[in-house]
């Protein structure tokens, strides 16, 4: 038997409940199977409708755990801002809160060829090198 979606198999259902419902006199042995036929088309019905009450009861789920994930996350943020503001922003005890602190990076220090430290005017006096032309 080819596989036809629901609402294909339910409106054939009903054609063929109201045409053996029609010629009954006619089909008497068609009786049992056409109360068959009532039945899973009752079963059908109450199934969607159910269906779409879960469904709305879902929209209705997912919006209140949108409403709470905005809410924990501002909550995180005003957490987040009284640790900092507390232990400070380099203190290591935020790792316990799951928070990382500000870790600077080392400064670079610039060498000259003979290996000695360039002093800062220096190494803002020189003119920058000039860059290859593409064409």
Do not use: C, W
């Not at 038997?1 to 068609?30: D, F, W």
């Not at 269906?51 to 501002?74: C, F, I, N, V, Y």
């Not at 602190?101 to 670079?108: A, D, G, H, K, L």
């Amino acid at each position: 038997m080819s596989r036809k979606n629901y609402a294909i198999v339910q409106k054939t259902l009903e054609l063929r409940r109201a045409a053996l419902a029609a010629n009954s006199a006619e089909l008497p042995q068609m009786e049992l199977p056409r109360q068959k036929v009532e039945e899973v088309l009752s079963g059908l019905k109450d199934l969607e409708v159910q269906q779409a009450s879960l469904t709305a009861a879902k929209q209705e789920a997912t919006k209140r755990r949108k409403a709470l994930h905005d809410a924990g996350l501002q909550l995180l943020t005003f957490v987040d801002a009284g640790l900092r503001q507390h232990y400070g922003t380099q203190s290591e005890k935020l790792v316990e809160f799951g928070r990382q602190p500000f870790r600077s990076q080392p400064r670079v220090r610039l060498v000259g060829p003979d290996g000695k430290p360039l002093k800062p005017s220096a190494v803002s006096a020189e003119p920058p090198a000039p860059s290859p032309a593409h064409g």
